[in-house]
């Protein structure tokens, strides 16, 4: 019989519920986060350990949930009752050539800062990888762990001593401790036995003030038993991570957002290999990760510390032959650019034509001014995809579009780990880079800093001075690792990614062959970014200033006697629904909105658009409805109405609302509002159709 520790409410401890939000990410599927941080933590483990490589492999199975609750002491017959049937799914991650969760179990052993592996994945919330090289910051990615079952872990770790060989195995549990089901019950586990539960707690053994793991190897095996897994022998040392009661296809639900404007073929097609197999979605998700490791041999030519990736996912490994061709390109740019990091060369396996070019940052490095190296390639699709048949590389990496048309530039990064940080089709990772002329065309980048680039010590912000240039971006990563941020008064990342850009535009105009046409060039030159925002692995940011399509919050503006807001925006495929507010004050009787479109030469107005480009505006507005009208503070249903492409017109006593067309134009792309009566509020829905999803727009009041 275990016993059991649960973490009781108080001033000083950190709940269950702050440990699940802190890893300051709901917008990526759960999988694709369990991936990066189960492997960054295993690369992180093997630093220190001999050879060229460390492995990991991914197990997915069932076991006997009643076998498996009799350990949890206290809790089994709550978790019985949860989970009757015969059996349930569970997931292992188990890592070896790592050095396992090593570190005191005392807490009169902790010296100082560094409380060891194990104490930092069980017990701390926050403590930071203290190792150079490492992926680690926050502290916060372990809690993935618990966000992708019920929140029961199982931690088992084999390490060497100065003894010998030691096992530790350990449960955990973290949940919201106000959790609530959806009839409004008590979801929380911890409360059935503790009212003042913090939603944490552990199961081992309690001596003392220490609460310590199982270490006797017969119990072990008992547990590991459950779920058919073998322990760890002769001289293995590594970590095994066990999540009891996955729900595969919940965890499969969110790979493809409801709003992807995936074609349907493309979206059966993905869905039926990757969205309805675990397995198969983890080989996927973990190419798409850590593309630059697995089974890369050549990085310990490159460099005696750097090791490649022995990856498997139910026992069978991902070779790199196997790899998608899109994940292939991505480890030979890497590799490229890798490698001018370290003042060598690599000759790419197949003839990519990938061309290196030096990132060069000034005044911030004690030595040089070379920050990394960008790996560019412009390739078709033929020569990316051979005789293999693919899905476009965006629908791979969780950058989802609908197919057609130009494909957008794309821009990747990565620190020492090599877990591809972003794949970024828009931002300042990518703005101004000149688009493909042919559909069939790519643009891939990646770059790659030179980590062991010393900072100045005489630096405004002294907790950098004197850092490498990889301790100080690892820095820069929230605790999701999915982007990099300067500090305030640093600006390495921008200039950075500004100079990143420099380079990829400058092999653009020095390799050009082929001169586009007048249009064409009009259209890279002042276009380039999406009408809706691209529905994927992005951050949901509110926009601000006046109209825009790229935002999730919403939007507003004013001028004379006149103030409008845009919100709630819902997209569907080609279609965008907003909702809008225009509120009229003093004499305003009337206004029209126009639909424009952004660029950076400034905005372009449809007249603007026939005459310099002379193609279908690229959005129209498909219809206005009316849904609220007040007037003096009361609302009026009277004038409830909707006006459509067929019916574009409303008349009424109170207000008109007209869909117009500029000169020359065939489509809808203003809207005018008469009003009849003093200060009006009007609410209702724009639905706005995007012919062309290249663009961004933004609304102005003519």
């Not at 399509?549 to 279609?575: A, H, V």
Request: net charge negative.
């Amino acid at each position: 019989m275990l016993d059991y520790k649960i973490l009781e409410l108080n001033h000083s401890v950190s709940y269950g519920s702050v440990t699940l939000k802190s890893l300051q990410n709901d917008y990526v599927p759960e999988l694709d986060l369990l991936v990066r941080e189960a492997i960054q933590n295993s690369s992180d483990a093997s630093l220190e350990e001999a050879g060229d490589s460390f492995k990991v492999n991914f197990t997915t199975g069932y076991f006997c949930p009643k076998d498996f609750n009799s350990f949890m002491t206290a809790l089994d017959t709550s978790l019985n009752e949860l989970f009757p049937n015969d059996q349930a799914q569970f997931l292992e991650i188990r890592d070896t050539k790592t050095r396992g969760l090593t570190g005191p179990i005392h807490i009169a052993d902790i010296i100082g800062e560094d409380h060891g592996n194990f104490f930092k994945l069980i017990f701390d919330t926050g403590k930071r990888q203290t190792q150079e090289g490492a992926g680690g910051n926050w502290g916060f990615g372990k809690s993935v762990y618990y966000r992708v079952g019920i929140g029961i872990v199982v931690f088992y770790s084999r390490i060497k001593t100065d003894e010998g060989f030691e096992s530790r195995l350990i449960i955990t549990l973290v949940e919201d401790e106000h959790g609530k089901n959806a009839d409004g019950t008590d979801s929380a586990l911890l409360n059935k036995i503790n009212k003042k539960s913090a939603g944490k707690a552990w199961w081992g053994y309690e001596d003392g003030e220490d609460f310590l793991p199982v270490t006797d190897q017969e119990l072990i095996n008992t547990i590991l038993n459950v779920f058919h897994i073998a322990p760890f022998k002769e001289d293995e040392t590594g970590t095994s991570i066990i999540i009891p009661y996955i729900d595969s296809k919940k965890l499969l639900e969110d790979i493809v957002p409801m709003e992807s404007g995936l074609p349907d073929d493309v979206h059966e097609h993905f869905t039926s290999v990757w969205g309805s197999d675990i397995e198969e979605y983890l080989k996927l998700s973990i190419q798409k990760w850590y593309a630059p490791k697995i089974h890369n041999r050549e990085l310990i030519k490159i460099c005696s510390d750097k090791k490649w990736l022995h990856v498997s996912v139910n026992g069978k490994p991902i070779r790199k032959n196997e790899m998608l061709p899109f994940f292939k390109m991505v480890q030979e740019m890497y590799t490229t650019a890798l490698a001018k990091t370290y003042k060598t060369e690599y000759t790419p396996e197949v003839n990519y034509e990938i061309s290196t070019r030096p990132v060069n940052i000034h005044n911030y490095f004690q030595e040089g001014s070379t920050a990394g190296y960008v790996a560019v390639s412009k390739i078709s699709k033929q020569q990316l995809y051979a005789d293999v048949m693919s899905l476009s590389p965006y629908v791979y990496c969780g950058r989802f579009e609908a197919e057609g048309g130009l494909n957008e530039p794309m821009v990747m990064y990565t620190r020492d780990p090599g877990m591809v940080i972003e794949y970024c089709v828009s931002g300042e990772w990518v703005k101004g880079i000149t688009w493909p002329e042919s559909e069939d065309d790519f643009i891939f980048a990646f770059f790659v800093p030179d980590t062991q680039k010393i900072l100045k010590i005489n630096l405004d912000v002294k907790e950098h001075a004197g850092k490498n240039l990889g301790e100080y971006l690892r820095s820069c990563e929230a605790s999701d690792h999915m982007g990099w941020s300067d500090p305030a008064k640093m600006f390495i990342v921008a200039r950075i990614r500004k100079n990143t850009v420099n380079q990829i535009t400058k092999l653009q105009n020095g390799n050009e062959e082929k001169r586009v046409d007048a249009t064409a060039s009009r259209l890279s030159g002042k276009l380039g970014k999406l009408l809706m925002p691209r529905i994927g692995y992005e951050k949901k940011k509110n926009s601000g200033g006046q109209g825009g399509g790229g935002g999730q919050g919403g939007s507003s503006g004013s001028c004379r006697n006149l103030t409008y807001e845009f919100s709630d925006f819902k997209f569907k495929g080609n279609d965008l629904e907003i909702q809008y507010c225009i509120k009229m004050t003093h004499s305003k009787r009337d206004t029209n909105i126009e639909l424009v479109i952004e660029s950076e030469g400034g905005r372009i107005d449809p007249i603007s658009w026939q005459r310099d480009i002379g193609t279908p505006y690229p959005a129209m507005i498909s219809s206005v409805s009316v849904d609220t009208l007040m007037v003096a503070g009361e609302k009026d249903c009277e004038e409830i109405c909707v006006c459509t492409s067929s019916d574009s017109e409303h008349i009424g006593k109170k207000i008109e609302i007209k869909m117009k067309k500029a000169d020359t134009c065939s489509e809808f792309t203003s809207f005018a509002i008469k009003s009849h009566v003093l200060a009006p509020e009007i609410r209702g829905i724009l639905k706005i159709h995007a012919r062309d999803k290249r663009y961004s727009f933004s609304f102005k009041v003519v």
